[in-house]
């Protein structure tokens, strides 16, 4: 295994025609449906990357941006925006082509924190990245700054630190109604 790989090495695109069977009840592809799709090219671009089996610890910031149509092409691409140790970030951007005018739309975007495993389910180290430019290290950052900020913001509503009167005055003015 190489110590390093650049963001290209590990890049997957994958295309498929979206039929019937994948709509829901409004006629539009079912989002879980997706979802499934986009886990699929996130666990191919770690694998690729790492070189091993990878598992899905968690998907950051589901959007979705346009609905898709029956007929349509999509698109996905993955590329490996971040590595620790044993986890990287995959982010994956879904288009969808309207297969008869050639019109293509960013219909999603979202990212996957995979982390590499070996055959007996224990973390394994992988490769670092090389980082070529501007785009490269802006999304290497973001998705290092994004992971920092998601713990943090886990860590401040924990049991053992979280102050309910700290949060009181805010929630006066949401949509809930305070019966304590």
């Not at 539009?28 to 090219?41: A, R, T, V, W």
């Not at 091993?52 to 941006?65: H, I």
């Not at 950052?141 to 630190?161: C, I």
């Amino acid at each position: 295994m190489s110590r390093f790989k650049t963001i290209k090495q590990s890049q997957i695109t994958i295309s498929e025609l979206m039929l019937p069977s994948h709509s829901n009840f409004s006629g539009k592809i079912h989002g879980g449906y997706i979802l499934s799709l986009m886990d699929q090219i996130a666990f191919a671009c770690a694998s690729k990357h790492s070189e091993t089996y990878c598992v899905t610890a968690s998907v950051d910031k589901v959007d979705f941006l346009l609905p898709i149509e029956v007929g349509e092409l999509v698109t996905m691409k993955a590329s490996i925006n971040y590595t620790g140790s044993t986890s990287m970030v995959v982010g994956v951007r879904v288009e969808a082509e309207n297969v008869r005018t050639g019109k293509v739309k960013h219909c999603n975007s979202s990212y996957f924190t995979m982390v590499a495993k070996d055959d007996q389910g224990n973390n394994v180290e992988i490769p670092g990245l090389i980082l070529k430019g501007k785009n490269d290290i802006r999304r290497y950052a973001r998705s290092f700054y994004r992971k920092k900020e998601s713990k943090e913001r886990t860590d401040r509503f924990t049991d053992a630190v979280f102050n309910e009167k700290t949060y009181i005055t805010e929630l006066k003015s949401q949509n809930v109604r305070l019966e304590i």
